[in-house]
């Protein structure tokens, strides 16, 4: 596609269920990035992808996080038994991935998720 | 630890004023940075990217510099405009396989 999609761009959920966020990178890209940012906050680092492996998941912040991504392309982010303290909006970023300095990250618009 | 700072939180100035905002990081040995615009409810747009072995960037109104020796960036904007007013943000990245650090961002507005 021309750039990164994300869906849903909106996702209310009560407390306790389970959220699946869905990201689909621009054609090509190989690297792939999760971010949250929650509300007058900075970006907090998730997960980063290269391919189908995850070299880095450092920064999910429980065992109720977990993100997957199939055939070098789409990524789901699934959250379990959601908290409150979920809430936030979860961007997804890509790049070619093919380790080169001048290498930019580009963003989708997003997934605003609130847990009631 | 990689941590990247960014100050002052919030920016406002008159149209047409240059203005500097200010990016700094713990850890000098860096791959590259990006200085991203984040507008309201939107993703984030990159704006300039320096790669390690360079000193500055510049695209139009806006000039990024990079002085790893002293873990310092800052992103010059020309003749400010009120369509500048947005969260700006610096991002750090330490190799060609690591995560990519953002600072908590400028909130830049700029009266007309």
């Known amino acids: 596609g021309a750039g990164v999609s994300q869906s849903p761009s909106n996702k209310v959920t009560e407390k306790g269920k389970d959220v699946e966020l869905r990201c689909d990178p621009i054609?090509?890209?190989?690297?792939l990035y999760w971010y949250r940012q929650s509300l007058g906050q900075g970006l907090e680092f998730l997960i980063y992808?290269?391919?189908?492996?995850?070299?880095?998941k450092s920064g999910l912040p429980s065992d109720r996080f977990s993100a997957e991504r199939t055939g070098g392309s789409v990524s789901t982010l699934t959250i379990q038994r959601t908290q409150q303290e979920d809430s936030a909006v979860y961007l997804c970023?890509?790049?070619?991935?093919?380790?080169?300095?001048?290498?930019?990250?580009?963003f989708g618009s997003g997934t605003q998720l609130s847990v009631l | 630890k990689q941590e990247v700072t960014q100050i002052p939180a919030a920016l406002s100035v008159p149209e047409g004023e240059n203005l500097v905002l200010n990016c700094s990081f713990t850890?000098?040995?860096?791959?590259?940075l990006q200085w991203f615009r984040q507008d309201p409810g939107k993703g984030l747009t990159s704006l300039l990217l320096?790669?390690?072995?360079?000193r500055e960037q510049t695209s139009g109104r806006l000039n990024a510099s990079l002085d790893k020796s002293s873990g310092r960036s800052t992103l010059y904007i020309a003749a400010s405009q009120p369509g500048d007013s947005a969260t700006y943000l610096c991002a750090v990245r330490r190799s060609s396989a690591s995560k990519i650090i953002f600072g908590s961002g400028t909130r830049l507005s700029i009266r007309p």
């Open positions: 970023a890509s790049s070619l991935g093919v380790g080169q300095p001048n290498e930019k990250l580009f």
């Open positions: 992808f290269q391919g189908n492996s995850a070299p880095d």
């Open positions: 320096i790669q390690s072995s360079q």
């Open positions: 850890d000098s040995a860096i791959y590259n």
């Open positions: 054609s090509g890209h190989t690297a």
